[in-house]
């Protein structure tokens, strides 16, 4: 059970935080969430697809794996791929809102620790505070990855109301060669109309540029090469770097 709480250095001095990947720290996951501000690392790792709510809003994941638990970057306790994803590579850490300086002022975003979490420690790991009382370059690192994750799902919602209304975003089935005897199918996924994207005006292609979404556009479009990687990653076609 999480145990989230606002970080500080008066408590948390001696904090640290384990390093690695793998199933005790979360990271067995076929599907993580994914925002457009860092579309441009994760499509060069992984698929980025998009999924529909039930309250008909699209969100943002990238696909790890093809069966549910299955990552096929994890290995020997480490995240084979040059970018993780934010929210995997956030650890125990997060935003939320508070009001610092009263009820009256407006609320701030202020990093919070999961003390619950496996990758706690007291004794080994990154220090979170320096002897001064000062974060450390690792929690500045951390700090700077939850802002990007924040921004970026604050701009998700435009991004996606702007790729719905140019006619962009498609349903697509993934039908794969896995190396079993039936393969794999996907369902339930979306992503970006290529042929659509070719026959954009030159106005709607300039507004979705002037909005910030023409270049997320084209990474979800180059990633799609992705799945082709981890189906050869899952059939053993490929090996890991």
Do not use: C, H, M
């Given at each position: 059970m999480a145990d989230v709480v606002l970080l500080n250095h008066a408590e948390h001095a001696d904090l640290r935080v384990l390093e690695g990947h793998g199933e005790a720290y979360g990271?067995?996951?076929?599907?993580?969430?994914?925002?457009?501000?860092?579309f441009v690392e994760l499509q060069r790792?992984?698929?980025i697809l998009?999924?529909?709510?039930?309250?008909?809003?699209?969100?943002?994941v990238a696909l790890l794996g093809f069966d549910r638990g299955e990552n096929l970057f994890l290995s020997e306790g480490?995240?084979?791929a040059r970018y993780v994803p934010g929210i995997q590579a956030r650890g125990p850490f997060s935003l939320a809102l508070r009001h610092a300086q009263g009820e009256e002022a407006p609320p701030e975003a202020m990093i919070h620790i999961d003390l619950a979490s496996p990758r706690i420690s007291r004794s080994e790991g990154h220090r979170l505070f320096s002897e001064e009382g000062g974060n450390t370059p690792y929690l500045e690192a951390m700090a700077a990855t939850l802002v990007r994750l924040h921004d970026g799902a604050r701009t998700a919602p435009a991004m996606f109301d702007a790729l719905g209304g140019a006619?962009?975003?498609?349903?697509?089935?993934l039908e794969l060669?896995?190396?079993t005897e039936h393969g794999h199918r996907l369902d339930g996924f979306f992503t970006?109309?290529?042929?659509?994207?070719?026959?954009?005006?030159?106005?709607?292609?300039?507004?979705l540029n002037t909005g910030g979404f023409l270049a997320a556009a084209f990474c979800v479009?180059?990633?799609?090469?992705?799945?082709?990687?981890?189906?050869?990653?899952?059939a053993g076609r490929r090996t890991l770097p």
């Open positions: 990271d067995a996951v076929n599907l993580v969430p994914v925002f457009p501000t860092e790792e992984y698929p998009f999924r529909e709510g039930e309250d008909g809003a699209y969100s943002a480490r995240w084979r006619g962009l975003i498609q349903p697509v089935a060669d896995t190396g970006i109309d290529q042929r659509r994207f070719a026959e954009l005006s030159g106005e709607d292609l300039s507004r479009a180059a990633s799609f090469e992705n799945v082709r990687y981890l189906a050869d990653l899952k």
